[in-house]
């Protein structure tokens, strides 16, 4: 499957975003998702992940209450909505597909075959 992640931007402290996840030559539905971001200078960090089957999300406790992740099977998209951002969430986001099988790794970008290009978003103080 390929991906291809949108919806970053420049936005103030306290502001909201939503990116979204689309995906071409494959069923996004049927796929666990995961969600990283990397600001400069640092490793790729998990944001959230998306299991499937089911509808059961993980998100990390740097943003947890604030970003929530989700999915649109009919539109085979995935989304991730960034509420209260702050300036530390500046970053290039990914989003990120494995297939059908659950990893208990989830939070490592090693779990995940497939990238989008990702999208930045800067957060101002």
């Known amino acids: 499957v390929q991906l291809q992640a949108s919806g970053g931007g420049l936005v103030q402290a306290g502001g909201s975003l939503r990116l979204s996840c689309a995906a071409s030559g494959g069923i996004l539905s049927r796929n666990n998702m995961g969600w990283f971001r990397q600001a400069p200078g640092k490793e790729r960090e998990f944001v959230a992940a998306l299991r499937w089957p089911g509808s059961t999300t993980y998100i990390a406790d740097s943003v947890k209450g604030r970003f929530t992740a989700s999915r649109d099977n009919a539109k085979n998209t995935a989304s991730l909505q960034m509420n209260s951002l702050k300036p530390e969430d500046t970053a290039v986001y990914y989003c990120a597909a494995r297939g059908p099988s659950f990893a208990v790794n989830y939070w490592t970008p090693s779990a ?9 978003v800067t957060v101002s103080s």
């Open 112 to 120: 995940y075959g497939s990238w989008g290009q990702g999208t930045q």
